[in-house]
């Protein structure tokens, strides 16, 4: 049985929204007085989200914990950013994993049923050495696994028997919150969200928000515009040292280093540079290829690097370091650990 | 000549639309299902059709004699709009494409020949990836079947029912259809609502798993102890954990010294294991399994074992079938324009007696004269010819409209 506080650690799931529903508020109604406290909670969880930071959990207070949710998401996606949206639905993630990895079996298959209609069935199984506390559909598992980067995930590496796939309830607790996330981004794409307006009185309250959305979404352009030498992903780092060797690269090599550099804001100029070693060095030719690419000439189109599984399948990706298995993207290896070296460097926090 | 664009085809192919009893049209959800097909004797394909019931399926197929006739692995909420993203996607049975002509069999250097559009080198057999002599991948191909590449392909289908679909799965076998391609192979369809709105990402692992693409031993149960030593999964096990264990044992059994040498890379292990053999083959069916037989070798070299043992279980499909959620299938029980033969559907129990080359032939009766430009041996029912070239045959029908519909043979009089 869920309890009023498993819906306040869990406010996404179905039996919360129809709890919300039986108090029949309107956005009206929650913009006088009366519901101020609600509002605040609501709002005090957006910032959390784009601060990359997520709100601890207020047990005291159950009901506004819940009430407060669906207004957060209102918030999320009245405010039209994609950015925002993808931080909200981060930092809701990494909160219910912390939540689901320390839970009950019992609750967590019924978070799983009820919030993504996920038949999860607690098990005690021992296979040569490993033990499995839950058992899950096969169709179910791969709703979210595929998203995962790391070879882990691959089905072929799970045991599988009869239609499920057998996990440890830390891995359950990942899947689950990865739902959650993939369900708060897809749910941009509906039509009645995108016309979704924030009611006027309820704005005034946001203005903290927006503004605390420029600036750190400020804050995180700043990283990219300002190129960070070792934040580099390991495949990148080959190739520019074959070019500096005077190594001439295959056609999609020279692509992946030229897409990539171009994308963190390197100039036409400075691509040049380091091909000038290579022995077959056409300066016209290379740079009416960089410029293409950079979309300065021809279809007008800035092309993005190829990702990790293209890069691998070329046989260009030489390292699954710690951030290669968080990516799936070179751009996004570099953005992550240009941010994390740059906090490290600055020493302070976006908090 | 074409697709065997002659009366002889036309006739046959007509004749056996006209007889078709409605049932063996019956497909599951029929009018969701975008129906397509090639007319004999045209190369446009008319797609976005959509029939109520088979007896107006039927009704047109009479008309419109196809080639081959096609239906989609999707169900669609509109399948007759011609924009795919207007169709409205419900999902999508699962496919398993087993096709001989992606399976390496020795045979194909008797019935397969190859040759290179860029620089016209022929050769037979196999055909290489790239042209060895200029390198290009220009590759015109004229293949053949024979009873042996369709018995491998048979093994293929049941080495994905028996070995996965099954026991892993979970599937039954009332949700698996099997049906003859009509030519080199076979379609192997799940149409469980489990399966329905998988993902093509989804379905990728489902074809990783049973090619064992990605494939790690060291997540199913090989893993080394505290103390060095190595151990392994349990043929109990079930899963990818159990069918190495139970190939690991197999292979272990069957292996020369030579191969195990070319495995593990060292003489040395290779006789350590050997001397160890029996040792180690009790404690792999030990239970609970012990893998000390194994001691001395390193985790690196179990791994190789273990993955040369597993070789012959991992399937063959074409994965871009699997993966495809708006696939057009040949429609069950329809006739294939390149064979004359029909993509008949077969129940399990019916399978390994089914003998495509018989059981797939419906023109049983009359003879033809055909002139058979260049044919391999070719058995059709229980007559064969060939190898043959440029003669005048008068061959039993089956046979006659097969060489037509391969485009080995002509009308002349
Ligand atoms: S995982 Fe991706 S980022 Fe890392 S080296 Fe490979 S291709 Fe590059
Ligand atoms: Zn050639
Ligand atoms: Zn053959």
């Known amino acids: 049985m869920l309890t009023i506080e498993d819906l306040a650690k869990y406010p996404f799931l179905r039996k919360a929204s129809s709890f919300v529903e039986s108090y029949g508020l309107t956005f009206q109604d929650l913009a006088s007085d009366e519901y101020d406290y609600v509002v605040q909670r609501a709002v005090e969880r957006v910032r959390r989200g784009i601060e990359g930071r997520w709100a601890e959990l207020n047990v005291v207070d159950p009901e506004t914990e819940i009430l407060a949710y669906p207004l957060a998401l209102a918030f999320v996606y009245g405010l039209r950013s994609g950015w925002v949206v993808r931080r909200f639905a981060n930092s809701e993630q990494k909160r219910c994993f912390e939540l689901l990895k320390s839970e009950e079996k019992e609750k967590i298959a019924e978070v799983g049923k009820d919030g993504f209609d996920w038949d999860l069935e607690g098990t005690e199984l021992m296979v040569s050495g490993a033990l499995f506390d839950f058992s899950l559909p096969v169709e179910n598992y791969l709703e979210v696994a595929p998203s995962f980067h790391s070879p882990d995930w691959k089905l072929v590496n799970r045991h599988v028997i009869g239609g499920r796939v057998y996990l440890k309830q830390v891995e359950v607790a990942r899947l689950l919150s990865e739902a959650l996330k993939l369900k708060i981004l897809r749910k941009v794409e509906e039509e009645d969200i995108k016309k979704f307006q924030i009611p006027e009185k309820l704005l005034s309250k946001l203005e903290g928000l927006e503004k605390l959305m420029k600036e750190t979404k400020k804050y995180d352009e700043d990283v990219m515009a300002e190129f960070v030498e070792e934040a580099k992903p390991p495949c990148i780092v080959a190739l520019l040292k074959d070019l500096a060797a005077g190594k001439s690269l295959s056609h999609m090599a020279r692509f992946a280093v030229t897409t990539f550099l171009i994308n963190i804001g390197e100039s036409v100029e400075n691509v040049l540079k380091y091909f000038t070693s290579v022995a077959d060095f056409d300066e016209g030719k290379a740079r009416y290829q960089v410029e293409h690419i950079a979309g300065l000439i021809g279809s007008k189109t800035k092309y993005l690097p190829p990702k990790c599984d293209v890069l691998r399948s070329f046989g260009l990706c030489v390292g699954e370091d710690a951030y290669c298995k968080r990516v799936r993207h070179p751009l996004q290896y570099y953005k992550m650990k240009a941010r994390e070296i740059k906090r490290k460097r600055d020493g302070r926090r976006s908090e | ?413």
């Open chain 2, 1 to 413: 000549m074409g697709e065997g664009v002659n009366k002889e085809v036309v006739k046959a192919f007509k004749e056996y639309y006209q007889t078709l009893d409605v049932n063996e049209l019956v497909v599951k959800d029929l009018q969701e299902r975008e129906i397509a097909l090639i007319p004999l004797g045209q190369e446009t394909m008319i797609r976005h059709m959509t029939f109520p019931d088979t007896v107006a399926l039927k009704e047109y197929l009479e008309n419109h004699i196809p080639a081959h006739l096609y239906y989609s692995s999707a169900y669609y909420r509109e399948p007759q709009a011609s924009d795919m993203n207007k169709k409205g996607w419900k999902g999508a049975d699962l496919i398993f494409d087993v096709d001989a002509d992606h399976i390496p069999t020795p045979c194909k250097a008797d019935h397969d020949t190859w040759t290179c559009l860029e620089c016209m080198m022929k050769g037979t057999g196999f055909p290489p990836e790239s042209c060895p002599k200029c390198g290009m991948k220009r590759i015109e191909t004229t293949t053949w079947v024979c009873d042996r590449c369709l018995e491998v392909a048979k093994e293929e289908v049941f080495k994905l029912i028996d070995e996965y679909l099954i026991p892993d799965f979970g599937v039954s076998l009332k949700e698996v259809e099997v049906c003859f391609s009509g030519h080199r192979g076979y379609h192997l369809h799940v149409q469980t609502d489990d399966v329905k709105r998988l993902t093509s990402d989804g379905r990728r692992e489902i074809a990783d798993y049973v090619r064992g693409v990605g494939l790690d031993p060291k997540h199913q149960g090989f893993r080394m102890m505290k103390d060095g030593s190595i151990t392994g999964p349990d043929l109990r096990d079930g899963g990818w954990r159990g069918r190495f264990a139970k190939s690991v044992y197999a292979y272990l059994s069957r292996c020369t010294m030579e191969e195990l040498r070319s495995v593990v890379g060292s003489d040395e292990v290779a006789n350590i294991i050997m001397r160890n053999k029996d040792r180690l083959l009790r404690g792999i069916m030990a239970n609970p399994p012990s893998w000390m037989g194994l001691r001395g070798v390193e985790l690196g070299r179990t791994i190789r074992i273990a993955k040369a043992a597993v070789k012959d279980l991992l399937c063959n499909i074409d994965e871009r079938v699997t993966i495809d959620v708006k696939r057009l299938i040949r429609y069950p029980n329809s006739l294939h324009g390149k064979s004359g033969l029909k993509a008949a559907r077969i129940s399990y129990s019916d399978l390994e007696t089914f003998d495509p080359l018989k059981d797939a032939v419906v023109f049983k009766s009359g003879s033809i004269k055909v002139y058979v430009k260049e044919a391999p041996r070719v058995r059709i029912g229980d007559y064969e010819v060939g190898p043959v070239k440029n003669v005048q045959l008068e061959v039993p029908g089956g046979l006659g409209i097969y060489l037509l519909c391969k485009g080995a043979a002509e009308l002349r009089e």
